[in-house]
């Protein structure tokens, strides 16, 4: 198959693109910056309308969308909340037009989504049915998926509802400086519940939901046994061999991240049960092997 990904060159797109080559794939990114050492890539402008890069897509069997700004890059202002909503609805509104117009075209969109489509939701555990929250993150989540939506008309369509991904880049990398200085610890209360999945399950079960014709809808791209802050807080420090014993309170995050601090102090205890009813089988489904798996990888 042909498989064109927007996001292609992030840490997310490198380690799918990577699996689905080794299994005979070929992969193209779409790209605002086209790089010689990739000729494969497309340059495209993912302002909401439909360029001609369009062509590209021409003969491609699947789309799969991952471009968006990163959610903890910068304060979370009026102006930055705008942003953070703008780059996922006009990226997703370009690449559904073009997959509506160009002939013999993609007949298989995926695109990104999160585990924070739920809101916070405490204990409750969290199929794909459940509802969206009302918060930001589940609003803005809700939307992406909306824009989403019309390209469920030409072909098949899934949402890919991730956890916090756990490998050698991303969030997994930020969180590691403060053990090795020894002063990690749990954030507010450590009960809420941090959905994960380690970046190799993440980028195979991608691959195998592009690969099922009866894998349509919302997906919880996550590990079967999501942990509490607090536990996992306790395993990163074994895995780091360092001490997990200095808490960071709540209202200390609410001052020093404003809005942003509820990524952190809320969460969703989010399960993959439709993977699971698809027969996937997680290759990290336990905590400590992930994190032993990805920090090794560092």
Known sequence: MHIVVSGGTGFLGRALEQVLTSRG??????????????PGDIEWTPNG???????????????????????????????????LLDSRLKATSSLVKAVQQVASGPRVFVSASGVGYYGPRGD?????????GRDFVASMAAAWEAAAAPAGQA????????????????ALAKMRLPFSLGVG?????????MP?????DWAALTAALIADP??????????????????FTRALGRALHRPAVIPVPGFALRLALGEMADLLLTGQRAVPAKAQALGYV????????????????A
């Open 185 to 193: 610890g749990r954030l507010g209360s450590g009960r809420q519940w």
């Open 214 to 231: 009866h894998a349509a809808g919302a997906f919880n791209l996550t590990a079967p046994q999501p942990a509490t802050n607090a536990d």
């Open 49 to 83: 309308e439909v360029g001609p890069w369009a062509n590209a897509l021409t003969g491609a069997d699947v789309v799969v969308n991952l471009a968006g700004e990163g959610m903890a890059d910068a304060r979370w202002t009026d102006a930055r909340k705008a942003a």
């Open 124 to 132: 409750e555990p969290i199929r794909e049915d459940t509802p969206a």
């Open 155 to 170: 072909g098949r369509l899934v949402l890919l509802r991730t956890g916090l991904v756990l490998g050698r880049e991303g």
């Open 196 to 200: 994960w999945i380690h970046v190799d």
């Open 282 to 297: 997680f290759r990290y489904p336990a905590l400590d092997a992930a994190l032993a798996a990805a920090l090794g990888a």
């Open 25 to 38: 794939h070929r992969v193209s990114a779409l790209t605002r910056r086209a790089r010689a050492d990739r």
